[in-house]
């Protein structure tokens, strides 16, 4: 038997791999030391100071304005509003291309796998097409070539009064943002909830009563049914009006071109990707599943649904990662179309007061932390929906 304690030091892997990383810690640390010392002393050379308080400070205006913003903006605002604007716009193409994206994927990688010959060709049209076409180009395309070939502003088209679109935008109907809007949201939400359990316990009688009957489909369909009337009827709304006298849309929601173009290529771009994955993922399960299923008597929506899905899911979520984390920092691209995002904004303000290194530090920090987030929350259902071991 060994003695552990005649082990010469330099042959022992526990104090190897302790050594090893202390000794790239410290590696790491001292190159970091060196750079900043470097960047201290260029500032000194150059006259400058480091410091990010002329983002809060009231004297300085952004002097610039910016045309898509969540929040109340103008000019004469600090730049750490106008950098908080750019956030917010980061922000919402990154939550909207998500879920759009993972949409569009799973019924593009359905299709992948349909019966139907059109279908099946077509989807793998698409996904050919789009993920061998450079991102940029697919933006140029829907900017210049869809978007900004819509009517002019003077004769714009409509539908029903309800949607009017022109080369400024889309116009959507909104909903206002009173006491009563959101008493029907919360109650929307409740009955969704309430939804979401009895569709749970219809398929638990599924299974178990092993046929072909739907329990509870008139429940489902009497909810589906009430909360479609409340969101339409119970919430008031903001239409969208045409005045002629000023060529001007007034009211309701407006999707900039800029904003369209970039959640449109976003999606499509990303959701050919996404269906790829989905495909691979059910085709990873056994047919065994399969046969299995469809021998208690399961039709092939509550096959896919119930069984083959669920354990499809296991294996596209990491990959699923990768893709809204490329999503996520691909958005960097709206500075090529002018939609004003986080490093559009950054690189203004940088250009203006010379804060070259501050901003491209907030930009490097906004973009970990988003991705930090999406990376946490996809463990996270890694982690709920991977088999769990005795």
Same mark, same amino acid.
């Given at each position: 038997?060994?003695?552990?304690?005649?082990?010469?030091?330099?042959?022992?892997?526990?104090?190897?791999?302790?050594?090893?990383?202390?000794?790239?810690?410290?590696?790491?640390?001292?190159?970091?030391?060196?750079?900043?010392?470097?960047?201290?002393?260029?500032?000194?050379?150059?006259?400058?100071?480091?410091?990010?308080?002329?983002?809060?400070?009231?004297?300085?205006?952004?002097?610039?304005?910016?045309?898509?913003?969540?929040?109340?903006?103008?000019?004469?605002?600090?730049?750490?509003?106008?950098?908080?604007?750019?956030?917010?716009?980061?922000?919402?193409?990154?939550?909207?291309?998500?879920?759009?994206?993972?949409?569009?994927?799973?019924?593009?990688?359905?299709?992948?796998?349909?019966?139907?010959?059109?279908?099946?060709?077509?989807?793998?049209?698409?996904?050919?097409?789009?993920?061998?076409?450079?991102?940029?180009?697919?933006?140029?395309?829907?900017?210049?070539?869809?978007?900004?070939?819509?009517?002019?502003?003077?004769?714009?088209?409509?539908?029903? %009064?309800?949607?009017?679109?022109?080369?400024?935008?889309?116009?959507?109907?909104?909903?206002?943002?009173?006491?009563?809007?959101?008493?029907?949201?919360?109650?929307?939400?409740?009955?969704?909830?309430?939804?979401?359990?009895?569709?749970?316990?219809?398929?638990?009688?599924?299974?178990?009563?092993?046929?072909?009957?739907?329990?509870?489909?008139?429940?489902?369909?009497?909810?589906?049914?009430?909360?479609?009337?409340?969101?339409?009827?119970?919430?008031?709304?903001?239409?969208?009006?045409?005045?002629?006298?000023?060529?001007?849309?007034?009211?309701?929601? %407006?999707?900039?071109?800029?904003?369209?173009?970039?959640?449109?290529?976003?999606?499509?771009?990303?959701?050919?990707?996404?269906?790829?994955?989905?495909?691979?993922?059910?085709?990873?399960?056994?047919?065994?599943?399969?046969?299995?299923?469809?021998?208690?008597?399961?039709?092939?929506?509550?096959?896919?649904?119930?069984?083959?899905?669920?354990?499809?899911?296991?294996?596209?979520?990491?990959?699923?990662?990768?893709?809204?984390?490329?999503?996520?920092? %691909?958005?960097?691209?709206?500075?090529?179309?002018?939609?004003?995002?986080?490093?559009?904004?950054?690189?203004?303000?940088?250009?203006?007061?010379?804060?070259?290194?501050?901003?491209?530090?907030?930009?490097?920090?906004?973009?970990?932390?988003?991705?930090?987030?999406?990376?946490?929350?996809?463990?996270?259902?890694?982690?709920?929906?991977?088999?769990?071991?005795?």
């Amino acid at each position: 038997m060994i003695d552990k304690k005649k082990i010469l030091l330099w042959r022992d892997s526990r104090f190897l791999k302790t050594f090893f990383q202390v000794f790239i810690v410290l590696v790491l640390g001292l190159v970091i030391l060196i750079l900043s010392n470097n960047l201290v002393n260029n500032f000194k050379r150059l006259g400058l100071n480091f410091g990010l308080f002329f983002l809060i400070d009231s004297d300085r205006t952004a002097s610039f304005s910016i045309s898509d913003s969540l929040i109340p903006y103008n000019s004469t605002d600090s730049y750490g509003r106008a950098v908080l604007v750019g956030l917010l716009n980061s922000l919402r193409v990154m939550i909207s291309g998500i879920v759009l994206a993972f949409i569009v994927g799973i019924t593009v990688g359905l299709g992948r796998l349909s019966d139907n010959w059109l279908v099946r060709k077509m989807a793998s049209i698409y996904v050919e097409t789009v993920r061998n076409t450079p991102l940029l180009l697919q933006l140029f395309f829907w900017y210049f070539a869809v978007f900004l070939k819509f009517p002019k502003i003077y004769e714009p088209g409509n539908f029903y %009064n309800l949607i009017f679109f022109s080369n400024q935008g889309i116009y959507l109907p909104r909903p206002l943002g009173n006491l009563q809007t959101f008493l029907f949201l919360g109650f929307i939400i409740f009955n969704s909830f309430l939804a979401g359990l009895v569709w749970r316990k219809r398929n638990q009688m599924i299974v178990q009563l092993k046929k072909k009957e739907r329990p509870y489909q008139g429940l489902m369909l009497g909810i589906l049914i009430f909360v479609s009337l409340i969101f339409i009827f119970g919430i008031d709304w903001q239409l969208p009006q045409y005045n002629s006298d000023i060529n001007l849309i007034q009211g309701g929601l %407006n999707l900039s071109p800029e904003f369209a173009t970039l959640l449109l290529g976003l999606t499509i771009y990303t959701a050919a990707f996404i269906a790829e994955i989905v495909r691979a993922g059910i085709q990873s399960v056994s047919k065994g599943q399969w046969e299995a299923a469809k021998a208690l008597g399961l039709n092939p929506s509550l096959v896919m649904r119930l069984v083959i899905f669920p354990q499809a899911l296991r294996v596209m979520i990491p990959p699923l990662t990768s893709e809204f984390l490329n999503l996520a920092k %691909n958005s960097s691209l709206a500075v090529a179309i002018g939609y004003n995002d986080i490093y559009a904004v950054a690189n203004t303000v940088s250009n203006q007061t010379g804060k070259a290194v501050e901003m491209l530090l907030i930009v490097m920090i906004t973009y970990l932390v988003f991705n930090l987030i999406i990376s946490t929350a996809m463990n996270q259902l890694n982690a709920i929906v991977r088999l769990k071991e005795r």
